[in-house]
């Protein structure tokens, strides 16, 4: 047995000295780091938002940074582009514009913004075109109905700028809290998630105090709501609004102090005055028709 038991051991031996013998690893290690080339959206969005701003633009669809509980599918190359400089010029530079600098936006806008070719629908029917991430990200929705309607300022403002805006109060609420004094106004009025069947028209929700269906959710809501709706609005617009079919002037006047707290907010947290945000908005606006939104240098 001894004699057998040596004679596997040296079988062994040589066959493990035989293994390295022949087998020589590789200096090189196997995780590469390749780099796809660059396209001219990629350098536009380097040069435009990563460098002034600090900001990354994910629009090749990448599953893991969108929510996988809705069916969603890519943003086009063609609405990418769009949405990009669309957003430049009527959502970054206005606050450059009236700040002096692109200190303010570099330091408190989102550094990641995903798009997303579709839109969101929840299971009680309401539409998702856009959500936060922990005051980091900003996740856009329904680029590919993008170039039909590029230039109807009323459809970018409802599904982009409005979205844009919204979610940038959000993160800037985050930052710094906006004053607990703005939750008493409305109190209890608050409805949570049925908003959307409490308050079936814009009318409706104005009489109640909330500037939206959305807005009658909660108080954080309410405030970004607000804000995202009196800027992207010109002043005969944002009046017009007010005064939609069932509106009251019992409601009109509770919006009114509530918007006093969120101008006051933004000019004493962040120095930004609403009205000439809007103003600079506006004159953008009028150029909208003979914009640019395709070409890319």
């Known amino acids: 047995m001894k004699i057998k038991y040596n004679l596997v051991c040296l079988v062994l031996i ?20 390749s780099q796809l080339p660059k396209n001219a959206l990629d350098n536009y969005i380097y040069n ?7 900001i990354d633009i994910i629009y090749k669809y990448v599953d893991r940074e969108s929510d996988q509980t809705y069916n969603l599918v890519p ?28 200190a303010f936006m570099r330091a408190y806008f989102p550094k990641i913004l995903t798009y ?17 991430e922990g005051g980091k990200k900003i996740n856009l929705y329904n680029l590919n109905n993008l170039a039909a309607n ?12 409005h979205v844009i805006h919204h979610e940038f109060q959000h993160i800037l609420n985050q930052t710094k809290p906006f004053p607990t004094s703005f939750n008493t106004i409305s109190g ?34 309410d405030f970004a709501e607000l804000y995202s709706f009196y800027i992207t609005l010109s ?13 009251t002037a019992a409601g009109i006047a509770i919006i009114n102090t509530k918007m ?32 640019d939104q395709t070409t890319l240098p």
């Open 48 to 54: 435009n938002y990563t460098v002034p701003y600090n």
């Open 235 to 247: 002043a005969s617009e944002y009046t017009a609004y007010l005064n939609s079919t069932g509106s």
């Open 75 to 102: 943003a086009t190359y063609d609405g990418s582009i769009r949405m990009t400089k669309l957003l430049l010029n009527f959502g970054l530079k206005p606050y450059d514009d009236i700040t002096g600098s692109k």
């Open 260 to 291: 006093e707290v969120v101008k006051t907010y933004m000019k004493n947290e962040y120095g930004i005055d609403m009205d000439a945000l809007r103003a600079n908005i506006q004159a953008k606006v009028a150029g909208l028709s003979t914009f």
């Open 116 to 132: 997303i070719g579709t839109s969101s629908v929840k299971s009680n029917g309401t539409i998702v075109l856009g959500t936060a």
């Open 188 to 221: 209890v009025g608050y409805v949570g998630d049925v908003w959307n069947t409490t308050y079936v028209t814009d009318g409706a929700a104005i009489a109640a105090g909330f500037i939206s269906p959305y807005a009658s959710k909660e108080s954080t809501e």
């Open 14 to 33: 040589s066959l493990i000295y035989t293994s390295c013998k022949k087998e020589k690893l590789s200096e090189e290690s196997v995780f590469v780091n």
């Open 150 to 161: 590029s230039t109807s300022i009323s459809y970018l403002n409802k599904y982009y700028f």
